[in-house]
């Protein structure tokens, strides 16, 4: 409890944040109380041996509440019967039921076939769904219909898979401590790996681990003693165990109790020391992992060679399948939910029930018919990886099939969470738009579920094949390793004893050298693209938004919606039906463009900068400022964008810019298809655009102050002067647009050159140093100024 208490202080000092990125808004929580399923059925009251009418409500705590009627319920009485369904498993099959309650009655006695053909119990009717228990007594249902029976049995899944892992995934250092106490305490019984009892909440677990070691006791001194049938030996064995279980509980939850109350007030006295001297602790404890380190990383580093890292592709490949098969599938639920709604609106044009389709899609992770398709096609991992009972003595893989499809269940919760948000702002849009606005929703939140799909699959994987392997590794080392473990504790100061471990420190370099391992897996998994996976190209946390406006997705989505091109312009929402203006960007801190649209990018603004440069030349013959700032304005969006090593370029020599610029001068004059190639020099735009770049005041700096800072940049300006580019060809892309402005660019390239060539009289050397220091350090703010003082 120290140890993960000092971990939790530690996170929250250095501020940790999830470094997993997700673009589809996460859902809240749902409202407490909320009912997912109630109905009346007949339910097998095990205290009369009868079947009776019972009113069967669930709610989102996943406990199934029986009341006697639905009167009962609605008057808000106590519910008959409570079943807490975790560690169960549900059946709609009496063969499979007796098969699995056979298991656990092992019976010394021994039974004629005629007393084994006999049912448990007898059913009223044809479809029957069981709900096996452990450690508790088994609760049977009927129905009339086979829907009813699906309708049942699928939600009453749910309600087991929540039950099992919805304690598990809580990430407060309490469940840490005690997850990790479990396994340690398992390891010192000689038992690796996963366990298919660690189900439910903290009491439960715990009762599990008892009843664990009690119930082997109870067979051997009880079994041997029970006389009569089988059936009713059948039913009395199940009936010890759970009274048993009953005692288990009550016990263990008194001393959990007070054992968890004195963990809290221990790290209470530790909280000012831990807090204080984090530093020392953090030395303290990365010194004595360097040491374990030392004798532990190569026999493990020999370990993952040779028994482990040769498997991990394999292993990957047969888990990738169902799980990807599996998240698939959900999406194509919710594509086809979707456009079922589109088409039903289109028929009918009938808001009031568009808003119950909402509401209904809304509902949707909760649907359990619906969702169960999605569920089945993890089952299949259950066969595929029969191979892990041999070489890896991984006998139970229930635990990951529940757990993803938990995740398959809360990504389409964010997903129509992510859709209601995007498309509720719209509502009260122009209702003929509705069926366009909804395609163009559902479009960027399935390009939003790509990209969480694999992110949530590499962390499915990576989990996966850690807990498949780990055991291996961990049991391989036992017996050479763990014996040198107890000469490392006098290295840890005798102050942070209770928050450093050696056994915990020497778990953590497993744990490390095996994800490693797996994570260099799943990265070639996801270069090879295989199952639509990304690859980990970004490292920063994105949140969700919450209009359409503002929405933004990557590129690169597969499967049913291919990526559009990605653009920097405005990620407005267009009311056109075309593909290509429905490109979003992920954060205005991440581009998913590449160079060569940068490029393409700064063709187009060159040239309507050029366009607007030519225009404003026809409309005036006047040389000043003003017209200059107007042709500043013009050109300053475009060179804005280029690279640095650009912007900073200057003049070679006043020679060599003088004669290219008149051979680019006479080249132009001579074809209006040269003009429009070359069209402006890069260095002049510069000139143009840097001259009005700087504010107003950067106008008006002292001569003198100019001249002196230009005296001691002497040498780092002649660097500079040496890097201008005079042409660019690819602004050869926007020919045709400026073909018929051919003559006032030229007319406004001769001005400016002999401008440029006035500054590059030898007898203006100083000046021309001037000229190209604030070409980068005040971005030629004076330049006009200087001109204008010449008129003068």
Known sequence: Y????CKHVQDELEQHRDSQSRFLKTKPPVEAGTVLYEAELLHFAEDLKKWKDRYVVIKN??????FETKEAYQKGASPKYQVLPAGGKVLTSEEDYNLLSDKHFPDPVGSSEKEVAQAFVQLPREFPVYLWQPFTRHSYYCFPEPEAQRQFSAVLGDCVRHSNHDFLKQTTYEVEAFLEAIQFFRQEKGHYGMWEMITGNEKEILSNLVMEELLPNLQTMILPKMKGKRNDRKRAWFGIVEETYGLVQQQVSEGLSTLKEECRDFAKTLEGTIRSDMDQILNSKNFLAGKIKATVSEPAQKCCTENIQPFLTSILEELMGPVSSGFTEVRSLFDKEVHEIIQDFQ?????????????????????SVKMEPCYLKVNLLQELLQDLKSRFKVYHIDFVIQRTQNFMQELMENAVYTFEQLFSPSRQADPAKFATTIEKVKLRVLKQYDYDSSTIRKKIFQEALVQITLPTMQKTLASTCKPELQKYEQFIFADYASVIQVENVYEEILYQTLLEETLKVIKEAAIMKKHNLFEDNLNMPCESVSSLTDLKTPSGSAQSTPAKKPSTARAEMSDTETQSDETLIVTEKISWEKDSDDRKSSDKEAVTAVNIAGDQASKSEEVGVKDVSEKRESLSATLRKQEVAEEKSALES????????????EEELKTQQKAVEEKVAPGTETAVKDAGASPKKELQVHKGAVEEKVTSEKSKAQEEVSEIKLTSPHYNVAETEILGNAKKKIKVEKEIMEEISFWLKPSLFKTRLLLGNLIFHLKLATFYGYRKNRKM
């Open 347 to 367: 028929k009918t044009n009938d808001i009031t029930k568009l808003k119950e389709n909402m509401d209904q899609l809304m509902n949707l992770p909760f649907n």
């Open 61 to 66: 705590d996943y406990t199934v509440d029986c």
């Open 654 to 665: 006043e020679d060599t810019v003088k004669a290219e610029f008149v051979v680019n001068t």
């Open 2 to 5: 120290a140890v993960a208490f």
